[in-house]
């Protein structure tokens, strides 16, 4: 068992297979889908809270989501802490600022990747909230629901994943388009 968690790659199949337990097992306690988008608007109701407290409250927006701390919010840094401890453990943990496969496309300046990946989470944010949910939320939790907006939402996540990674890194060389699928 402890092989599995010190592997650099995990089998596609078991943790797939933990996501469905986790997913099962969270609307089984808490009657809640499993996402990360509301995670990320609670801490933005938290923050702009810190300014203006009766401001927030006022807000349509946070009498649904409503800013504070609980499991929902604590995914973000059970994230964070997860993958650092699986890198940790699988001796894959090696930080760059600029990561190799961005400077042999983009180059080596620090700024324009942390303008880039500035602006990304910024569009995917406005992206998840606009869609009702991330790719988390709709990709697992929607999906089991059999709810078609999820499913548009998870085929819109892949066709502009794939349409975004052709425009940035092109087609790999000796293949069509249409060998990519």
Same mark, same amino acid.
């Given at each position: 068992m402890f092989e599995l968690l010190v592997a650099a790659r995990w089998s596609p199949y078991l943790a797939g297979a933990g996501i469905g337990l986790l997913i099962c097992l969270t609307f089984l *306690? %808490?009657?809640r889908p499993l996402g990360a988008s509301t995670a990320f608007a609670k801490l933005g109701g938290m923050i702009a809270g810190l300014f203006s407290r009766r401001r927030v409250e006022s807000m349509e927006y946070y009498e649904r989501v409503t800013p504070n701390v609980d499991w929902q919010f604590l995914i973000l840094p059970g +994230? +964070? #802490?997860g993958g *650092? +401890? &699986?890198a940790l453990l699988s001796g894959t943990f090696s930080p760059e600022f600029v990561p190799t496969f961005w400077a042999t496309r983009f180059g080596e300046n620090g700024v324009i990747r942390l303008v880039a990946a500035l602006a990304g989470g910024i569009l995917l944010g406005f992206g998840a909230r606009w869609a009702g949910g991330c790719t988390s @939320?709709? @990709?697992i939790s929607g999906n089991l629901q059999l709810s #078609? &907006? %999820?499913m *548009? &939402?998870?085929a819109? $996540? $892949? #066709? @502009? @994943?794939i349409l975004v990674a052709l425009v940035l890194f092109g087609v790999p060389e000796g293949q069509g388009i249409w060998g990519l699928f």
């Open positions: *306690l %808490s009657d +994230v +964070v #802490i *650092l +401890v &699986a @939320g709709h @990709g #078609i &907006a %999820s *548009l &939402a998870s819109g $996540f $892949f #066709i @502009g @994943g």
